[in-house]
C-alpha cells in the first residue's frame, strides 16, 4: 500500500525540526551541560596541593557549608544583590516608563532606546575602571565637593568601598531592567490607561493598579537577570572593592586561583543551588515563553 | 496634542541624568586618555597629548595588546557567525512544537542564568580531565557561545512570534519548494534582524570576560589582556586602551545600526509597489 510507505507529515516536521536544533543541541550540551555534570562530579574529589584525583568524599561541602567565611560571604553577597536590585528596578521602571509613556513618536523611543542599550554592548572592564577618576581621592567627586564647600576634606569611602561596588553594578546592570519593562509596557494597550482617566483615576492609581501589574512580567525578567549577574559576579567586587569585599564569585575564584579545583567545585554547586532556588522562585510569577 | 504635563519634565530629567550616569564615566576615561605625558589618572589635565596612545604602540609598555586584538577580533567573527546560524536553525525549529522543545528550551534560558564563572569552571575541567589543551579558539569559543546563543535565540523567538506566516503561504501557493521559501522569502524578511543578532554575537563574544577567563589558555583574549593591566599599570595608557576599544566598539555598532537602517529603508521601497502596477 502507498499510504503506509509515506511518512507522516507531522512526524517529518518533528524530524526537521530536530535536524534544525541538534547542533545547537550539541553545543549547549558539550559547554554547559556537561561542564555542570563535570562540576558536580568533581566536587566530590579530592584534592592534595598540585593535583586533584576521583574519590567520594563530602568534605569539599563540609568545609565550605561550615565554614563562618561561606556564610558571612553569602550575607555580603545578598546585600550587594537587594542593593542593586532596588536601585535597578527603581531607575529601570522609571527609565521605561518615561520611553514608553512619555515619549510619543515611535523614533525617538527608538533612539532614546538605543541610547539607553549601547553601553551594554561595551567593555564592562572599561566601565568600571571609568569611575576610578570620578570617585578617586582626588576624584572628580571629592574635589567638586570640597569646591561647593560640601565637605573639608575627600571622603574616602567612594572608591574601592561597597559603596564603589553597588554603584557599578547598577551602572552595569540597569539596562537589564529597563529593556525587558520597557518590552512589556509597549505592548500595554493605552486604551486601558484612558479607560482608568475615565473612570477617574488618579494618575498614582493608574500607575499602581494599571501600569505596575501589567508591567510585572518585565520586571519579574529584569530582576532574574540582574540576581543571577551579581550572585555570579567576582570581577567587579574585586575591582571596585580594591579586594577588600568578599562575594561569592570571589570565594570560587580564589579557589581557582590556588588550584583547589574540587572546593571550587563545591562552593559552585552551592552557589548555583542558590541562584536556581532564587529564580525559581521569581519564574513562578512569569510564564518567559509567553513574553518573547 | 495635549500639553506636557509636568511629570514629563520631572521624568525626562531623571532620563538625562541616567544618560549621563552611563556615559558620563566614559566620555571621562576619554578626555584622560589624552593626559601629557607627565598627567595621572586623575584631573588635573596636566598638558594635552596623544602620549599615551601612543606609548600603546610599544610592545614592553603594555604587553601583546594588538595580538590580543586580533584574537577578540577573530574569535568575535566566529562567534558572531555560529550564533547568527544557529539562532535562525533554533528559531525556525521552535516555531512548532517538537518532543524535547521545552526541554532545550529551558536548557537555553540556563544558559543565560548560571553564573559564567561556572561555565568558564566546568569547561576548565573538562579540558582537564581529558588532557586536552584549552585555547581561545576551541574551549573560549564555545563558552562564549553558552552566553551570545542564548540572546540570539530570544530575539529569534520573538521574530518568529510576529512572523505573518501568510508570507509562506502565499510562496507555497506559487509553487515554491521549503528550501525556496526560506531562502527567497522568509530570510529577506527577517534580515534586518539577523543584523542585531550579529550585532549581539560580536560584541557580546569582544567583550566577554568571566566565561573566557579559564577556557582561553596562554594567549589572552583583549578584555583578559585589559583586566591583566587594571592591576598592574597606573599610568593614562590604561585609559587609553579604554578609549580605543570603546571607540571601535562604537564604530561596530555604528556600522551594524547603519546596515539595518538601510536595509529596513530598501524593504520599504521595494515593498510599496505591490499592486501600483494595476491600476
Known amino acids: 500500500m502507498k499510504t503506509t510507505k509515506k511518512i507522516d507529515p507531522s512526524k517529518r516536521a518533528e524530524r526537521v525540526s530536530w535536524m534544525l536544533v541538534t547542533p545547537l543541541a550539541c553545543v549547549l550540551g558539550f559547554f554547559l551541560l556537561l561542564p555542570i555534570l563535570t562540576i558536580v562530579t568533581v566536587s566530590f574529589w579530592n584534592f592534595n596541593e598540585w593535583s586533584f584525583f576521583p574519590d567520594f568524599i563530602l568534605d569539599n561541602y563540609a ?82 565637593l570640597i569646591g561647593l564647600g560640601v565637605i573639608d576634606e575627600p571622603l574616602e569611602w567612594l572608591l574601592y568601598s561597597d559603596f564603589a561596588v553597588v554603584l557599578a553594578f547598577v551602572h552595569l546592570y540597569a539596562l537589564f531592567m529597563v529593556v525587558p519593562i520597557f518590552n512589556t509596557m509597549m505592548r500595554i494597550d493605552k486604551s486601558l490607561i484612558e479607560a482608568a482617566r475615565d473612570a477617574g483615576a488618579s494618575g498614582l492609581q493608574i500607575l499602581t493598579n494599571v ?29 571596585m572593592s580594591g579586594g577588600q569585599s568578599a562575594s561569592v564569585g570571589r570565594i570560587i575564584s580564589n579557589e581557582i586561583a590556588l588550584l583547589q579545583y574540587p572546593a571550587a567545585a563545591a562552593s559552585s554547586v552551592v552557589l548555583l543551588c542558590t541562584v536556581l532556588l532564587m529564580i525559581g522562585v521569581m519564574m513562578r510569577f512569569v510564564d518567559i515563553r509567553k513574553e518573547l | 496634542m495635549e500639553p506636557r504635563s509636568r511629570s514629563f519634565y520631572v521624568l525626562a530629567g531623571f532620563f538625562a541624568l541616567f544618560v549621563i550616569f552611563l556615559y558620563g564615566p566614559v566620555i571621562t576615561i576619554g578626555i584622560l586618555s589624552f593626559q601629557g ?106 563558552s562564549q557561545l553558552t552566553w551570545t546563543l542564548p540572546f540570539g535565540l530570544l530575539i529569534m523567538f520573538a521574530v518568529f512570534n510576529r512572523f505573518d506566516k501568510s508570507y509562506e503561504e502565499a510562496a507555497r501557493d506559487l509553487g515554491a519548494s521549503p528550501w525556496q521559501t526560506v531562502r527567497h522569502v522568509v530570510l529577506p524578511i527577517i534580515a534586518p534582524m539577523l543584523i542585531g543578532v550579529a550585532l ?41 586602551l579604554g578609549t580605543l576599544t570603546t571607540v571601535f566598539s562604537f564604530f561596530i555598532i555604528g556600522t551594524f545600526l547603519t546596515i539595518v537602517v538601510v536595509m529596513r529603508k530598501r524593504q520599504a521601497r521595494s515593498s510599496s509597489d505591490a499592486g501600483s502596477g494595476l491600476v
Open chain 1, 63 to 144: 568545609y565550605h557549608l561550615t565554614s563562618a567565611v561561606t556564610w558571612a560571604t553569602y550575607l555580603k553577597t545578598l546585600k550587594f544583590m537587594v542593593l542593586t536590585w532596588c536601585f535597578c528596578a527603581v531607575i529601570g521602571f522609571t527609565v521605561a516608563y518615561f520611553l514608553a509613556f512619555h515619549v510619543r513618536s515611535l523614533p525617538v523611543q527608538i533612539a532614546l532606546f538605543l541610547v539607553c542599550t549601547i553601553p551594554f554592548w561595551t567593555s564592562n572592564i572599561i566601565r568600571m575602571i571609568s569611575w576610578i577618576p570620578f570617585l578617586g581621592r582626588n576624584g572628580i567627586a571629592n574635589s567638586s
Open chain 1, 211 to 239: 501600569i505596575i501589574p501589567l508591567a510585572k512580567p518585565g520586571i519579574m525578567i529584569g530582576s532574574i537577570f540582574v540576581v543571577t549577574l551579581v550572585m555570579g559576579d567576582f570581577i567587579t567586587v574585586r575591582h
Open chain 2, 37 to 142: 605625558p607627565r598627567g595621572g589618572l586623575t584631573f588635573p589635565m596636566n598638558g594635552v597629548s596623544v602620549h599615551w596612545f601612543h606609548d600603546l604602540f610599544e610592545q614592553q609598555a603594555v604587553g601583546d595588546i594588538w595580538g590580543s586584538f586580533r584574537r577578540s577580533f577573530a574569535l568575535g567573527l566566529m562567534v558572531m557567525s555560529v550564533t547568527v546560524v544557529l539562532s535562525v536553525m533554533g528559531g525556525m525549529a521552535f516555531r512548532r512544537k517538537f518532543r524535547g522543545s521545552s526541554v532545550l528550551f529551558y536548557l537555553i534560558i540556563a544558559s543565560l542564568i548560571v553564573p559564567s564563572i561556572l561555565v568558564s569552571l566546568g569547561v576548565g575541567l573538562i579540558f582537564n580531565i581529558l588532557d586536552l589543551e584549552v585555547h581561545w579558539a576551541t574551549s573560549g569559543f564555545g
Open chain 2, 200 to 240: 549581539f554575537g560580536f560584541t557580546l563574544s569582544y567583550d566577554e570576560f568571566a566565561r573566557t577567563l579559564l577556557t582561553a589558555g596562554s594567549y589572552n583574549t583583549l578584555p583578559l589582556e585589559i583586566f591583566g593591566m587594571t592591576t598592574n599599570v597606573t599610568s593614562p595608557v590604561l585609559y587609553a
